[in-house]
Nanobody, 127 residues
Framework: QLQLVESGGGLVQPGGSLRLSCAAS????????IGWFRQAPGKEREGVSC????????EYADSTEGRFTISRDNAKNMVYLRMTSLKPEDTAIYYC????????????????????WGQGTQVTVSS
């Protein structure tokens, strides 16, 4: 059974940092593009960052560019999202997702592009 499990969320003060992890099981991430998404109460799910299977293409939402870094460790079947300079508006449930794209450089920020989703991890930025 294909499964993604996020971890690493929590409560952090403004300006702080967190690293989210996403563990894949039941399939090998090597051939999959990965996306991180978030959803705040009363808002639509939005793309935060995405990374191609090859690792050669990344994309970030304007609101996270320069503060967040997506990475992957295929040997561990893991994906990460390093978040720095966190702001209260970053508060949301964060999800990782995977899709097997048409080629190894494929990656998109649209949630509808992804087939497999984790259950989410809560990130709260507050003093």
């Amino acid at each position: 059974q294909l499964q993604l499990v996020e971890s690493g969320g929590g409560l952090v003060q403004p300006g702080g940092s967190l690293r989210l992890s996403c563990a894949a099981s039941g399939f090998t991430l090597d051939y999959y593009a990965i996306g991180w998404f978030r959803q705040a109460p009363g808002k639509e799910r939005e793309g935060v960052s995405c990374l191609s299977a090859s690792g050669g293409y990344t994309e970030y939402a304007d609101s996270t560019e320069g503060r967040f870094t997506i990475s992957r460790d295929n040997a561990k079947n893991m994906v990460y999202l390093r978040m720095t300079s966190l702001k209260p508006e970053d508060t949301a449930i964060y999800y990782c997702a995977a899709v097997r794209g048409p080629d190894s450089d494929y990656a998109r920020l649209g949630a509808y592009e992804y087939d497999y989703w984790g259950q989410g991890t809560q990130v709260t930025v507050s003093s």
